[in-house]
């Protein structure tokens, strides 16, 4: 399901890779309820790819501060050195290479003997590339590509993209002469082409082959969404095709980053989804996406499913996998063992995408429970199958599992709920308008 870690991880950035019979995940490490990005460790998982939902933890795997089990893994920067998106490829020497960006300080290069790491520091960057397309020499958020040849480009940029070579020899040094600017766009330019919000470049660089084509996966300054573009050389120039993934739809926006992975045939977008009522407390999500033969991606929609074809109805499921939030309801941890649906209000919506109700044709009624911390309030959750109601969830003030009977429904549905109350919200002006009337833990339903 989605997320597809354990829901008391914060991953976002993803950058996933297949090496060998496993697939990692690489990417920035969020804090719940922090008030920044990121923090000062990067962090792997990892699952079998024929069992992906079975992952496992390698814990920390580089670090810019030290912290009670290990020392920095730099001899530079400060307080303010957080971590960000980092990306992982194979030497043509077998080792593999961690790509860092270290916040307001120079980045850097790691190895290890292991894809999973830990990793230690080879070098910052040595360039001859002008701060000025650098942002004082940093390498903002870098994708690397390691060609069919053995040759290998880094790929970056903050509001500006910018390319170049990388010394295949050291994996550190980039090639004198190699960089390119803007194979991205980031303005209009006047011979048309990357025009549309959708196009220009913001940031987030993650380059892939595929089919023998060079994809570049990047945030747009249509914040919320993972674009893509194609061209025949890793060097350019690249053609938009459009978007694979608006993690924003029906859901609380926000900046998003991500990749293409093919695991066992099968593509997936990696990206990730807001939590907490903020942007800095995000969690990864994927979706199967397909790769038409003309090399183009047709948008996917954000679901709940992760990896499964399809969520069981008749199992527990936690609030916080919710991929509709429409209205002030927002998701949000109280503690590494509990997150609820919190703020919801009325008018408010909820949706899961997708149930398998089954093909139980005899029964013509079935039971939904509900767990929920009462806020002081009676409200109506109106259940939804797609755009049935079938049934009615009365909730009282209190905490606790509140139960009704529903219509029974076969088959695979999206599960919506919507919410209603008698309780005078407007009383006294604005005061208690969009008041919040009750959080969700958790549901099922049951035969």
Known sequence: MNPYLPLW?????????????????????????????CDYVLKCWSA???????????????????????????SWGNDSTRLFAP???????????????????????????????PFRLVS???????????CNGWFIDPGVLVDDDGRTYIYCGYLRSFMAEINSDNMYETVKGSCKEHFIPCEPTEE????????????????RKINGTYYMIYSPKRGSRLAYATSDSPTGP?????????????????????????????????????????IMSRRGCVEKVTILPDGSIPPVETTSLGFEDSLDPYNITPADIACVLKGKGYITEKSIMERVITGISEGDEIGYKYFDFGEDYSSRTMGFTAKVHGLGCDCHMHIYADD??????????????YSTTVKNVTGRHAVYFRITTDYPTDWMGDYFKGRSLFELSAFVFTK
């Open 9 to 37: 991880e914060y991953i976002p950035d993803g950058e996933p890779r297949v090496f060998g019979d496993r697939v990692y995940i690489y990417g920035s490490h969020d804090t719940a309820g922090s008030g920044q990005f």
């Open 48 to 74: 079998p790819v024929n069992d992906l939902n079975k992952w496992v933890c390698h814990g920390d795997i580089f670090h810019t501060r030290a912290d009670r089990d290990h020392e920095s893994d730099i």
């Open 87 to 117: 990306d992982v490829v194979q030497g043509k020497d077998g080792k593999y290479y961690l790509y860092a960006y270290i916040v307001n300080a120079k980045g850097c290069v790691a190895v290890s003997d292991r894809p999973e790491g």
């Open 124 to 134: 910052q960057y040595k360039t001859d590339i002008p701060d000025s397309i650098t």
């Open 192 to 207: 048309g082409g990357f025009t549309e919000n959708d196009s220009l470049f913001f940031e987030a660089c993650s380059p």
């Open 238 to 278: 690249f053609t938009y095709r459009g978007y694979i993934v608006d993690s924003g739809v029906d859901y609380p926006g926000g900046n998003d980053h991500g990749s293409l992975a093919c695991i066992n045939g099968q593509w997936y977008i990696f990206y990730h989804r807001m939590t907490n009522g903020t």
């Open 388 to 401: 049935e109601e079938i049934g009615d969830l009365v909730i009282g003030h209190g905490d606790g599992e």
